[in-house]
């Protein structure tokens, strides 16, 4: 039977409670209070927690309960345990709050995938999941043939998810972070478009958003959202002699100034001038970029009808698709690469896209064989 006193030999303060350990032998332990009703709660629930462990009987929520009984007792008020699934589903729902649409997309499959790896660990405090239960969802998105990047970029979002449990004082510790990322052997290895197929895809979208959604990306790299989605309020036609397109970027929050190409501005004049937030692309305007009818497939049956295409990087398994090195962000790189071919400095190129590291901007940059002949044949002869 549990039962407490003090130990005036010790001169301590604390009740100690005696109970009847998992092993059956008597053990004596401090409180650590000198409330004598909280003392012996817990002399009592330590008891009970150490006969469920000799029967073999203890669980996780067991050893909640005792917990929250003991903050109970000294508080009046019960401990607050979140479950995976009860933390995830809080998530989204904030998430669906305070993100675009087109995000939140994403985010609602990802935290299904996750909950349901887990199974009934779902069930489970946050502080229960480890690094092991992530390595076994990211290791089924790999057998769904999903690429490196695209696992990778999954795990970031629920990384997310225990980031802010780990702020709020729920976890001590982020379990994410205890997995390296996958080697992605696609980095790198993108393309960008020539001028032949500049032509072709102008020719095949000829008529259409789309013929305006290529003019812009090749002249000034917009990113895919910012692209689609850009509005006239954004063209500043304030000078005849120049106009200017001003958009704060979705990805970064930077606003970028680009003076417009007199190609893109003989697109843009033809057009019936919109007002403010109108659209200048309203057939591509808040589509999802991904998805069988998303911008992205849409763009490639493009490239398919002007009959470009990309090298293959990876063959497509199961519920992966097959990635070549042609894409929409493909015109960012474009634009980019005509820069540093005609020979704009470095520094002004990444003004223009808002790109923050060399090192990301170079990975956007490909030079001509006609760079690297004006290169080589600009040294001295020495005959």
Same mark, same amino acid.
């Given at each position: 039977?549990?039962?407490? @006193? !003090?130990?005036?030999?010790?001169?301590?303060?604390?009740?100690? /409670?005696?109970?009847?350990?998992?092993?059956?032998?008597?053990?004596?332990?401090?409180?650590?209070?000198?409330?004598?009703? #909280?003392?012996?709660?817990? /002399?009592?629930?330590?008891?009970?927690?150490?006969?469920?462990?000799?029967?073999?009987?203890?669980?996780?929520?067991?050893?909640?309960?005792?917990? $929250?009984?003991?903050?109970?007792?000294?508080?009046?008020?019960?401990? @607050?345990?979140?479950?995976?699934?009860?933390?995830?589903?809080?998530?989204?729902?904030?998430?669906? &709050?305070?993100?675009?649409?087109?995000?939140? +997309?994403?985010?609602?499959?990802?935290?299904?995938?996750?909950?349901?790896?887990?199974?009934?660990?779902?069930?489970?405090?946050?502080?229960?999941?480890?690094?092991? *239960?992530?390595? +076994? =969802?990211?290791?089924?998105?790999?057998?769904? &043939?999903?690429?490196?990047?695209?696992?990778?970029?999954?795990?970031?979002?629920?990384?997310?998810?225990?980031? !802010?449990?780990?702020?709020?004082?729920?976890? +001590?510790?982020?379990?994410? #972070?205890?997995?390296?990322? %996958? !080697?992605?052997?696609?980095?790198?290895?993108?393309?960008?478009?020539?001028?032949?197929?500049?032509?072709?895809?102008? +020719?095949?979208? $000829?008529?259409?958003? =789309?013929?305006? /959604?290529? %003019?812009?990306?090749?002249?000034?790299?917009?990113?895919?959202? *910012?692209?689609?989605? %850009?509005? =006239?309020?954004?063209?500043?036609?304030?000078?005849?002699?120049?106009?200017? #397109?001003?958009?704060?970027?979705?990805?970064?929050?930077?606003?970028?100034?680009?003076?417009? @190409?007199?190609?893109?501005?003989? =697109?843009?004049?033809?057009?019936?001038?919109?007002?403010?937030?109108?659209?200048?692309?309203?057939?591509?305007?808040?589509?999802?970029?991904?998805?069988?009818?998303?911008?992205?497939?849409?763009?490639?049956?493009?490239?398919?009808?002007?009959?470009?295409?990309?090298?293959?990087?990876?063959?497509?398994?199961?519920?992966?698709?097959?990635?070549?090195?042609?894409?929409?962000?493909?015109?960012?790189?474009?634009?980019?690469?005509? #820069?540093?071919?005609?020979?704009?400095?470095?520094?002004?190129?990444?003004?223009?896209?808002?790109?923050?590291?060399?090192?990301?901007?170079?990975?956007?940059? @490909?030079?001509?064989?006609?760079?690297? !002949?004006?290169?080589?044949?600009?040294?001295?002869?020495?005959?």
């Amino acid at each position: 039977m549990a039962s407490i @006193h !003090k130990n005036s030999a010790a001169g301590s303060p604390y009740w100690f /409670a005696a109970y009847r350990g998992a092993d059956g032998r008597r053990l004596k332990k401090s409180t650590k209070t000198t409330d004598r009703r #909280l003392a012996r709660e817990m /002399a009592v629930q330590w008891e009970k927690a150490a006969m469920a462990g000799r029967a073999g009987t203890i669980t996780e929520v067991q050893t909640r309960k005792v917990l $929250n009984e003991i903050l109970e007792a000294a508080t009046g008020e019960p401990m @607050h345990f979140a479950t995976v699934k009860d933390f995830f589903t809080d998530w989204l729902k904030d998430k669906e &709050g305070a993100k675009k649409t087109r995000t939140t +997309q994403k985010y609602a499959p990802l935290t299904t995938s996750f909950l349901s790896s887990l199974g009934k660990r779902a069930r489970l405090s946050l502080a229960a999941i480890g690094p092991t *239960d992530l390595r +076994q =969802w990211r290791s089924s998105l790999e057998k769904k &043939g999903l690429s490196a990047a695209t696992v990778n970029g999954s795990v970031r979002i629920i990384s997310s998810a225990f980031e !802010k449990a780990r702020r709020l004082g729920y976890i +001590q510790a982020n379990p994410c #972070l205890g997995l390296e990322s %996958l !080697k992605d052997d696609e980095k790198g290895e993108k393309d960008c478009f020539t001028s032949e197929q500049i032509k072709a895809l102008l +020719q095949a979208a $000829n008529g259409t958003d =789309w013929e305006g /959604a290529i %003019l812009v990306g090749i002249n000034t790299g917009l990113r895919r959202g *910012d692209l689609t989605n %850009l509005t =006239w309020g954004s063209i500043d036609t304030g000078s005849d002699e120049t106009w200017f #397109l001003r958009v704060k970027t979705s990805k970064t929050g930077k606003s970028i100034v680009v003076p417009i @190409h007199p190609d893109l501005r003989e =697109w843009l004049e033809a057009r019936t001038r919109g007002v403010g937030k109108a659209p200048v692309f309203p057939a591509l305007a808040g589509k999802n970029g991904s998805g069988k009818s998303g911008i992205s497939m849409q763009f490639k049956r493009l490239m398919e009808r002007a009959g470009v295409q990309g090298r293959v990087l990876r063959t497509g398994k199961g519920e992966g698709r097959t990635t070549t090195s042609l894409t929409l962000h493909s015109l960012r790189d474009t634009f980019i690469s005509r #820069l540093a071919n005609a020979g704009v400095a470095e520094d002004v190129r990444m003004k223009l896209v808002a790109h923050q590291t060399k090192s990301i901007h170079r990975g956007y940059t @490909h030079l001509d064989l006609d760079t690297f !002949k004006s290169a080589v044949f600009s040294i001295q002869s020495v005959k």
